[in-house]
């Protein structure tokens, strides 16, 4: 197992107190009855450092905010507050020509390839693109740095002069790689990159992440619901609730010993290939709470089993618990059971 | 198994289901045999295009008229390949019932949900309206939608992604069928959502005596949900048997392959097994075993002759020329892990 740099190095990505939040389009009938404006939280107060050369699972349910993390992270969305650093200076302000310099080298995956890529555009043609637009090749040298990028995804030859319909799901995402990779960049953002894809074609994909990101150095965010997944590619990984990470640590650790009961839940939750480990009960009942309200005090005491009037009162913040950090008032005597 | 002892309801023999000209059918399903006992929760697990969907909807009669039932469905001494679409439509919802991926496109978005569920009522039972709205309170109270009662007169887009599969349950449930088929029914949902749904159609089929044929792509949820469970490739049956069976000691390369590429027990970041090339489009498919293009075993003749379903145990069957090989392949493999 390759491990990322030593804690002695410097972050290559930091956030610090990033929110966001989208504001909920009012319609006729609510400015007339002067309802109040509602406002989607959708990460509130992500503080993260990510190390170069890591891969960093991002985990959560729907509507948690790990998509919209992901985002604000790629510069697709700007955040209403909090910083985000990348090597130590701040990119939430930058324009131009360093604006563009970012964007090269911080590229985004997304899950659906069949909406990602131009359908009207051959490989070929996709890859030029963003080759030429970020000025990465010349001439002829573009043609041959697009035959380098499909070797490098394993793509068969002939592959660059097919439209998208012409390749599998598998193929498409290789494709989604090799246009991030054109333009090489420093940090992949991962969103279910691979959640479209059929079980033993996912392996495949998962396997060329893994190879092309220890040969090129390169720090990926995978963000991604298949926790079986994430805890094999990951060094570290995050579990966020409503928009917070709730707990954050070196994966296997997280894996084999959850400490927040958000993470125990969520955990358990997946389904596990023993038989042998049925349960009757569901392993965490009620629902994601809706991000227009964010409960107060501990935004998950609602569903937590484990409640009591201090976590209605008082929202914990992520501290050190065992080999991680997580936000829970009572992560000790939790995580220990 | 104590399934054995119970009475067979759904008794599928050498079905085939093709679409597209008769002079070159498309085959979707292929010679498929498998029998569900009351209160038995059968999985149909494959990969995309496997035809496992087709399978379930051939039971129906919700192929036709574009899709070409052959073969014999018994269903309470009848053959449902045989009735015509009246005769079909009073067992549809009545007898067998059936609940799909998208809970929101089968559901009527500008109907309440409680009228929904009396729909299914007037169809299928003599209540009167008094008695179809109590009924239909205890359905939605059944499938564990809280304040049931206020919630008969919202509409499907005012629940969650969760709660409009409970409700589609419930609709399914209104007329008590003997059969339910659940195609994907949590593919969109979150794995803790996921899991609420599955622990529910487990603890109805239980409580109810309903036998149920759950149609997945996920080992995890066949492993933590079905009793039996039939293995899917390129339209045909490759493997069947008691679920603890088929995943603690799989015998067809594709079922040993499909686990294999599972990430559990494996060193992190390494090397995922993953089955090369991709599943069969149906124009291409071989006279002989579907699989062989991509089995590591495959013979000379296995491209050819079609390996048929054959007894390897009491309750196990496997349809492969090269059983032996296909264990001392995956054996060793097991033992480096």
Redesign the interface.
Known sequence: MTMPASASTSPLLSLRALSMRFEKRRSLSDTLARRPQQIVSAVNGVDLDVMPGETLGIVGESGCGKSTLARLIAGLHRPTSGDILFEGESVVGLRGARRRAYNRRVQMMFQDPYTSLNPRMTVRDTLREAISVHRMRQGAAIDLRVDELLDLVRLPEGAADKYPHEFSGGQRQRIGIARALSLEPTCLVADELVSALDVSVQAQVVNLLIELQDELGLTVLFVAHDLRLVRHVSHRVAVIYLGAIVEIGPSEALFSKPMHPYSKGLLAAAPSLDPGARRRAPALTGELPSPLAIPPGCPFHVRCPHATELCRRDKPVLRPVGAGMTACHFAETIGGA | MGTQEKPVVLDVRHLRTEFGPRERPLVAVDDVSFQVAAGEILGLVG??GSGKSITLRSILGIVRPRGRVAGEIRWNGRDLVTLSEAQLRRIRGREIAMIFQEPMSSLNPLLSVGLQISENLVAHTDLDARARKARAIELLELVGIPAARNRLDDFPHEF?G??RQRVMIAIALASNPKLLLADEPTTAL???????I??LI??LSRDLGMAVILVT?????V??TCDRVAVMYGGRICEVGP??AV??DARHPYSL???R????D??????????PG??PALNALPPGCAFSARCPVAGAECPNVRPALQSVDVLRQVACHHLADAQTHFRPREAAQ
């Not at chain 2, 979150?190 to 609420?196: E, H, L, P």
């Not at chain 2, 590429?261 to 559990?264: G, Q």
């Not at chain 2, 494996?266 to 089955?275: C, G, K």
């Open positions: 990969e995309s969650s969760g709660m979150d794995v803790t959502i996921q899991d609420q599955l622990r487990q603890s792509h996920d080992m995890g949820v492993a933590e679920t603890a995943i603690g392959g499909l686990l590429s599972i990430p559990r494996v060193a992190p970041r390494t090397p995922l097994y993953s089955i991709a599943p």
